[in-house]
């Protein structure tokens, strides 16, 4: 479905911001640890940019970060595709004008101090708006982050384009966010790593003076690279058309947002953060609900949101299977799922049945089907899910608890015990006999199978999951709050 | 101020010899370790290091499990075990019974399964070992559980052994949290989970089908045990409802407790019925004990261990918030809005600073910065001024009950990140890891327990970071993300709240 290439939005404005061929980097220098810009440029060269085309201003420096510095983007032999500045607020007018005589189009502005400090600010802020205006250029921020792009040169397998501050890169996927946080757009890339959120764009907007939420909202609306959107908001400044936009991608693009504002607290914050006036609760929730978004206000539901339907398997209804091996969680979730609309539909007879063959005799037959301790893996991964896929009486599976065994194995070992040799359950074979069947099977049948693994992220194991793009998560509270955004999701999608 | 690590146990109870058994008999465990979770049990209680020679396996057949010396009936033991522990087919559990009641064996722990939660065959053996107990004066946990873990296992005779009779192997860092659970995976599979974000637990029991020790007779051991500061439940059913209240009412005023009712919905009432064959009650009745008790109560996994870990923390360093508002530092901008709205969401304040406290906060951040409630200093590498100054400020205005300060990050990875990209590092910068102790976690740690005001930081990392670590070695209250400090603080400052009603 992905295609390597955004090529069709080659003519798209934006494209150049994500995919710039050359590049002019205002206020880096040689101190990462006390210069945000320099920490920027760092990160730009790091990302596999053609380093003979990155061209660092300084007005002292000869040369930064191994790179040949010029005192003034007049001096440079060519006209970048983008700048990018990191300066002090005042300088930023005199800049951009040099900018403009040199016939730069595309300016990333990460310089806060503007409208979000009052009266002087909103000055500045006017006078750069009239200066992009003189020479048609355009801008994302100022008081932003910038850019981060996974699929720059995405022929080459490491490669991206990232302006932010932070170091840490997510794993290339068809997610892509929207913020206007920085910290929402950026800082979020650890805790990606950790669970598995694979992105591929993300934007941090800051006070959206010339490119706002819409614009990108319109590019990655066609873009071949994104399948999934995700949305930090503390204002929507065209509503109209980010009506219109949103209404046209939902049904192909879910599209997950949190609403910031809201409270008096939040909304003295967002004045304070990007200068917004943010608005009702209530006129987002309609408007997130006329339009079929999905909205939290917690981020780690935000991250799981977007990575479940990054996956792209949407269930057909709201009925569940769940299979534990372990009662208390198995009624947790049963009662998680009840209080939001899903349903833990009773097994018919003919089910029944079939299962009794793989369950224990002291386990009961029932939905949550509890299954007790057992180390008969065979059963729990492919057995009985594929009993229940194949009855048509549920539309998506949660099975607890998968275990890495190679970590219990070692455990086993170092406490002296039998080695098991005899039996090859490297992670590898395991892939092999124990997920890619009933993958297969997901995809055909498009229910969902989710897996809960206690042993945590960080077991190997659970990192084959990861891999493969198996929904894996690591404690019972998620699986049910994302397995019911999906059914929101293919409700809204049926109407 | 209360220190656990000088503590000693409750030893004036029956239940101190199950959790600290001198010696203890194990049934069904054997050299499989992987198909048999009777020999993941055995292993754990070796690994465990308190005891010496005194675990003495059962097997009809081998003569050595797991490098101990096997005996074929506990009739041939040579001492009489403080314990017993039983993990074998349903069948075969009267018998063993019986003789560990010749042998004189009061305490046993019974894994197996197959009792009430499968039918009318279930019940007439539950019956039947209800009565073999009572023949032999033997008090028993289960049947239908997972066991116990202990760690502070023999202390303080035993410096650092543990006590765990679950088959899985994480072990958590001991703390002042003691869980009692209907549920065998809240007890123990949640481990994993307690280790990464610093979850210190000091007792966890899976009591099943709670057929002769039930939550009231742990409850009364845990209001008593010194090593216990705040208790965890999971509930399916409590079958001593009057008992119940009763202890918990003494108990909440000194220790605060945090509950998970499993039942209230039909799904869970079926899936309850075949777990431990409890009847889940009405959801109602359960809130309003909890209301009327000042129980903490969750649906929530990952908030009932955020809870455990935010009390353990003001217990044992007693920080209370006395009131409602939280001031919300960070280095940016979106995490302070979005922890603003939950705070409004979850009851807190967030006010707005006297003109006096905006000044002094003003002169410490950059002019592109805001001084109003929360503050956002942008970005700022002076983290003694994030970390410690803005908090102690705070702290002195008198206009904040508590504190959220967001932009932790690991330094010594973007120190290694700054060095792989050409940069020298010297000595001086290399001394942040050691400043942070003395320059942040050592003072902030004073000022919190002056003030009363608890300060909990935030950040990007996932826990297994090793700046992530030192505050939790420090049990200063680290986050990563912001969903949960808000969460944290606004179910603290309702128990605070209580508890001052209480006891005024």
């Avoid at chain 2, 051991?221 to 059913?237: N, S």
Wanted: aromatic share 12%; proline share 5%.
């Amino acid at each position: 479905m992905t295609e390597i290439n955004e090529s069709r939005l080659k003519n798209h404005f934006l494209y150049p911001f994500l995919n710039p061929r050359s590049i002019a980097v205002f206020g880096a220098n040689n101190e990462f640890l006390s210069t945000m810009g320099a920490m920027q440029l760092r990160n730009i060269i790091f990302g596999g940019f053609f380093t003979d085309k990155i061209y660092p201003l300084h007005p002292r420096l000869d040369e930064i970060q191994g790179l040949k510095a010029y005192k003034s983007v007049l001096d440079l032999p060519e006209i970048p595709d983008l700048a990018l500045l990191i300066l002090p607020t005042k300088v930023v007018p005199e800049v951009m004008e040099n900018c403009g005589q040199k016939g730069i189009k595309n300016l990333i502005i990460t310089s806060g101090g503007f409208k979000e400090i009052g009266e002087e600010g909103k000055i500045l802020s006017d006078k750069i708006n009239g200066i992009a205006k003189n020479y048609e250029m355009r801008f994302i921020g100022p008081n932003c982050l910038g850019i981060y792009n996974g699929w720059f040169q995405g022929e080459k397998e490491n490669s991206n384009f990232n302006t932010m501050w932070i170091y840490e890169t997510p794993e290339r996927g068809t997610i892509s966010i929207i913020a206007q946080s920085g910290t929402v757009a950026s800082h979020l890339f650890w805790y990606c790593n950790k669970i598995g959120v694979k992105i591929g764009k993300s934007f941090s907007t800051g006070n959206e003076n010339n490119i706002d939420v819409v614009d990108i909202l319109e590019y990655l609306k066609e873009d071949p690279q994104t399948s999934v959107i995700g949305l930090y908001i503390e204002e929507i400044k065209r509503g109209k058309e980010f009506l219109d936009v949103v209404k046209k991608i939902v049904p192909n693009k879910p599209i997950i947002a949190i609403y910031a504002g809201g409270t008096d607290a939040a909304t003295r914050s967002i004045m304070g953060h990007t200068g917004s006036i943010s608005g009702d609760d209530k006129i987002y929730e309609t408007v997130f609900k006329e339009t079929g978004i999905i909205s939290t206000f917690q981020i780690k539901e935000f991250l799981y949101y977007l990575r479940v339907f990054s996956y792209d398997i949407i269930p057909k209804g709201r009925r569940m299977g769940i299979i534990t091996d372990s009662g208390g969680c198995g009624a947790m979730m049963a009662k998680a799922a009840e209080k939001l609309g899903l349903i833990i539909p009773e097994f018919s007879e003919q089910l029944k049945i079939k299962l009794k063959k793989y369950i224990p005799s002291i386990a009961n037959i029932d939905n949550p089907l509890d299954l007790t301790f057992q180390f008969n893996q065979y059963n729990l991964y492919i057995k009985i899910p594929k009993l229940l896929i194949n009855s048509g009486e549920i539309d998506g599976i949660i099975i607890y608890a998968v275990f890495g065994f190679e970590e219990i194995l070692n455990v086993i070992k170092a406490s002296g015990g039998k080695s098991y040799e005899e039996f090859d359950i490297s992670n590898e074979i395991m892939r092999g006999i124990y997920l890619k069947p009933i993958q297969k099977l997901v995809k055909k049948t498009r229910i969902p199978v989710f897996y809960i693994g206690p042993q945590g992220y960080s077991n190997p194991w659970i990192k084959e999951f990861i891999k493969a793009n198996i929904p894996i998560f690591d404690l019972w509270d998620m699986p049910i709050k994302c397995f019911s955004v999906l059914a929101q999701y293919s409700e809204y999608k049926k109407k | 101020m209360t220190n656990i690590d000088n503590k000693i146990p409750f030893k004036d109870h029956f239940l101190y010899s199950i959790l600290n058994p001198k010696s203890i008999a194990v049934f069904g465990a054997n050299n499989n370790l992987l198909t048999t979770m009777g020999s993941m049990q055995l292993r754990n209680i070796i690994a465990g290091g308190g005891f010496t020679n005194n675990i003495y396996p059962i097997h009809p057949r081998l003569e050595e499990v797991q490098g101990l010396k096997a005996y074929k009936s506990v009739l041939n033991l040579p001492v009489t075990p403080d314990l017993a522990f039983l993990i074998l087919p349903t069948k075969a559990i009267p018998q063993v019974m019986e003789e560990c009641g010749q042998k004189g064996i009061k305490n046993l722990l019974i894994t197996s399964g197959g009792f009430r939660e499968s039918g009318s065959d279930g019940i007439n053996l539950s019956n039947k070992i209800d009565h073999i107990a009572k023949s032999y004066n033997i008090r028993f946990i289960g049947p239908n559980c997972l066991g116990i873990y202990n760690g502070w296992y023999g202390y303080p005779e035993k410096k650092s052994a543990f006590f765990n009779t679950f088959w899985p192997y994480a072990i958590p860092e001991r703390g002042n949290i003691s869980i009692i659970s209907q549920s065998g995976t809240v007890a123990a599979q949640t481990f994993w989970h307690a280790k990464d974000m610093g979850v210190k637990i000091s007792k966890s029991v899976s009591v099943g089908n709670e057929r002769n020790i039930d939550i009231v007779n742990l409850l009364e051991y845990f209001k008593e045990d010194p090593q216990t500061e705040v208790i965890g439940l999971y509930i399916e059913e409590i079958k001593r409802g009057k008992e119940f209240i009763n202890i918990v009412k003494k108990i909440i005023p000194e220790k605060p407790i945090v509950a998970i009712y499993a039942g209230g919905t039909r799904a869970a009432t079926r899936s309850i019925m075949s777990h431990t064959g409890s009847i889940g009650g009405n959801q109602k009745i359960y809130d309003a004990v909890f209301k009327e008790t000042g129980i903490i109560s969750t649906d929530s996994i990952m908030d009932f261990l955020y809870y455990l870990r935010t009390f353990s923390f003001a217990q044992k360093y007693n920080v209370f918030p006395k009131g409602k508002r939280v001031a919300i530092v960070t280095d940016s901008g979106g995490s302070g809005s979005m922890m603003a709205k939950t705070s409004e969401l979850y009851g807190l304040e967030v006010p707005e600073f006297s003109e006096e406290l905006s000044v002094q906060i003003s002169d410490l951040i950059p002019p592109t910065a805001s001084a109003v409630n929360p503050i956002d200093v942008t970005f700022d590498v002076n983290f003694i001024n994030l970390f410690y100054k803005f908090p102690k400020i705070l702290m002195k205005s008198g206009e904040v009950n508590s504190i959220i300060v967001y932009g932790v990050f690991d330094f010594d990875d973007v120190l290694k990140t700054m060095e792989l990209s050409g940069m020298r590092i010297d000595d001086s910068m290399k001394s942040i890891k050691v400043m942070i102790d003395n320059a942040v976690l050592k003072p902030i740690k004073r000022l919190m327990r002056k003030y009363s005001v608890p300060v909990f930081y935030a950040g990007p990392f996932p826990y297994r970071y090793p700046w992530f670590q030192k505050f939790n070695s420090y049990n200063v209250p680290i986050f990563e993300l912001w969903d949960h400090p808000t969460k944290c603080l606004s179910i603290l400052s309702q128990y605070s709240d209580f508890r001052k009603k209480l006891t005024n």
